[in-house]
């Protein structure tokens, strides 16, 4: 099954994803946010805590729903303050995945359901 894939997303935010089933990610990694500019509701997406360069045949991850898309600027205090733009999505969790191939934006993942 060939879908879209999240990559390096905090494994405490993924684990939260895990028990509850529904989540929304705020999203502002560049390599991530240009996925998340193609994402419509319904797409699948392969979310997992592995960098996309380190990301190999059979690295594990979880399969989730989009519900919701909403691109939108943010405000990023620090030294001096910067506004971003964020991507804010909501999945629902369909299952586990492995990823079996991988290629630009998208990911080859054999699926699982929970």
Do not use: W
């Not at 998340?36 to 360069?53: C, H, M, P």
């Not at 969790?93 to 934006?105: R, S």
Request: glycine share 8%; aromatic share 8%; hydrophobic share 45%.
């Amino acid at each position: 099954m060939r879908v879209y894939g999240l990559f390096g997303i905090n494994e405490k935010a993924i684990n939260d994803f895990i028990e509850n089933h529904v989540k929304t990610f705020t999203i502002i990694n560049a390599l991530n946010l240009e996925t998340v500019k193609n994402l419509k509701e319904g797409d699948l997406v392969f979310i997992t805590s592995t960098l996309r360069e380190d990301l190999r045949n059979g690295t594990e991850g979880v399969l989730g729903r989009v519900l919701n898309v909403k691109l939108s600027p943010q405000l990023i205090n620090g030294f001096e303050e910067k506004e971003v733009i964020a991507g804010r999505v909501q999945f629902e969790m369909l299952g586990f995945a492995k990823c079996v191939n991988v290629e630009t934006i998208h990911v080859e993942v054999a699926f699982r359901m929970y």
